[in-house]
Nanobody
Framework: QVQLGESGGGLVQAGDSLRLSCAASEGTFSRYTVGWFRQAPGKEREFVAAISWSGAITYADSVKGRFTIFRDNAKNTVTLQMNSLKPEDTAVYYC?????????????????WGQGTQVTVSS
């Protein structure tokens, strides 16, 4: 069972960039589809981006053109590069993983979750 840990959150100003990293505990991480989700206070958890084991990628419309997801299988990491951040991007960001081949946008489809990292964007 893979364990996930996020890092890279923080407090930034609107227009700034942040890079979030999701690290896995095992060497077979390359076989997992990995997604990023976020949850703001009082709101439901929402999909941000995902990358499959084969490299297929999908983004939420709200982050297209600003966020980039990529993976480094040699380091067992998946990174979310966030540019042009907006106050509405403020949330706790979670990485999640599953072993199915498809790139899911529904959080119910993910079996393994990290503890989350806070991203706060001030205006």
């Amino acid at each position: 069972q893979v364990q996930l840990g996020e890092s890279g959150g923080g407090l930034v100003q609107a227009g700034d960039s942040l890079r979030l990293s999701c690290a896995a505990s095992e060497g077979t991480f390359s076989r997992y589809t990995v997604g990023w989700f976020r949850q703001a206070p009082g709101k439901e958890r929402e999909f941000v981006a995902a990358i499959s084991w084969s490299g297929a990628i999908t983004y939420a419309d709200s982050v297209k053109g600003r966020f980039t997801i990529f993976r480094d299988n040699a380091k067992n990491t998946v990174t979310l590069q966030m540019n042009s951040l907006k106050p509405e991007d403020t949330a706790v960001y979670y990485c999640a993983a599953h072993l199915r081949v498809d790139v899911n946008t529904e959080f119910e489809k993910y079996d393994y979750w990290g503890q989350g990292t806070q991203v706060t964007v001030s205006s």
